[in-house]
Each structure stands twice: as C-alpha cells, then as structure tokens.
C-alpha cells in the first residue's frame, strides 16, 4: 500500500527532507524521508509533470529539501548479453523501454536544475532491494511490483546530509 503525498499545508517546515526518485516514463517512484523524524512520510508513484508542480509547491512553500535521482544511465550497457533474452524482439524493447527511463530520470534532472534544486544522482552500484529487504530494513510492507517505490525509499534511506552514495 502506497503513503501518498503530503499536501505541502501538510508539511512541517521545520524540517529538512531528502526526496528519492526512480525514474519512470508512466509514473516514477518517490519517496519522502524527514531527517529529523527519521521515517518515511510519503511512499508512491507520481506522473511527471505532477512531481514538478508538487517539487515547484515545496519550494514556494519554503520546505527545505534535496533530491535524489536514481541514474541508472550511468551504469554500462548489458545489451551485449542479448542471448539471455528470447528473442531479439524482446531484446529490443526491453533497451527501448530502459532508454526512455533513462531519458525520463535526465529530464528531472533537468527539472531540478531549472528550478534551483539541490539534486544528486545516485548510479545504483548494488543488487535491488527486495520487498523482504525492506520489510525488514523499515517495518514497511510493500509488494514486487512497487519496485520503483522501494528503488525510490533505498535512494534516501538513512539520508545524510549531503546525500552520501549509499548504493
């Protein structure tokens, strides 16, 4: 079950918060990590332009934040193993649906820059954690496929500030 997004009246800005973002051509996963609490306040997927207009909300309502964008495009090509795959059809859209992620987490990069804010990319260097990982890292319950939730929870788990490469 997914933890929506707090509406910004929702937000204590007394805190600081670190925003993780799997990027995702039909929604990315994010997720809302407060420092000072400790937690997650907000697990779930967004569509693009409705995570710029709540990103462009939290500044205009003075939260203090960071982002984190999981850079997968940094990671090296695995295409040359097209024999894994059943067919070279499959092989294809497989690297056409990756590439557009890819194209989807630059654009909010590009988002962040555009409107000033602080944002690192974090290239994923280790296994993906699983829903059993999770469960056991935070109490929090999610299924296999919420995986671009849990890769969104992982980028700011145990936040520091600067966000540290904790992949």
Same mark, same amino acid.
């Given at each position: 079950?997914?933890?929506?997004?707090?509406s910004?009246e929702?937000?204590?800005?007394?805190?600081?918060?670190a925003?993780g +973002?799997?990027?995702?051509t039909?929604?990315?996963? +994010?997720?809302?990590w407060?420092?000072?609490r400790?937690?997650?306040?907000?697990?779930?997927?967004t569509?693009?332009?409705? $995570?710029?207009?709540?990103l462009?909300q939290? $500044?205009?309502?003075g +939260?203090?934040?960071e982002?984190?964008?999981?850079?997968g495009?940094?990671?090296?090509?695995?295409? =040359?193993?097209?024999?894994g795959?059943?067919?070279?059809a499959?092989?294809?859209?497989?690297?056409?649906?990756?590439?557009a992620? =890819?194209? /989807?987490?630059?654009?909010?990069v590009?988002?962040?820059?555009?409107?000033?804010?602080?944002y690192?990319?974090l290239?994923?260097?280790?296994?993906?954690?699983t829903?059993?990982?999770?469960? =056991?890292? /935070?109490?929090i319950?999610?299924?296999?496929?919420?995986?671009?939730?849990i890769d969104?929870m992982?980028?700011?788990?145990?936040?520091?500030k600067?966000?540290?490469?904790?992949l």
């Open positions: 079950m997914d933890l929506p997004l707090p910004v929702e937000i204590n800005n007394n805190y600081t918060y925003i +973002i799997d990027p995702d039909e929604a990315s996963g +994010i997720a809302i407060c420092v000072e400790n937690e997650f306040i907000a697990y779930t997927r569509k693009f332009f409705e $995570l710029y207009d709540y462009d939290l $500044l205009t309502h +939260i203090r934040f982002v984190a964008i999981e850079a495009w940094n990671n090296p090509s695995i295409m =040359h193993h097209i024999h795959y059943a067919s070279r499959k092989a294809a859209s497989i690297g056409a649906n990756v590439g992620n =890819h194209e /989807t987490g630059r654009k909010i590009e988002m962040c820059q555009w409107l000033g804010i602080i690192w990319t290239t994923p260097t280790s296994s993906k954690w829903p059993t990982m999770l469960q =056991h890292l /935070t109490n319950e999610l299924s296999k496929s919420q995986q671009d939730i969104a992982r980028l700011v788990y145990a936040y520091r600067p966000i540290q490469e904790l």
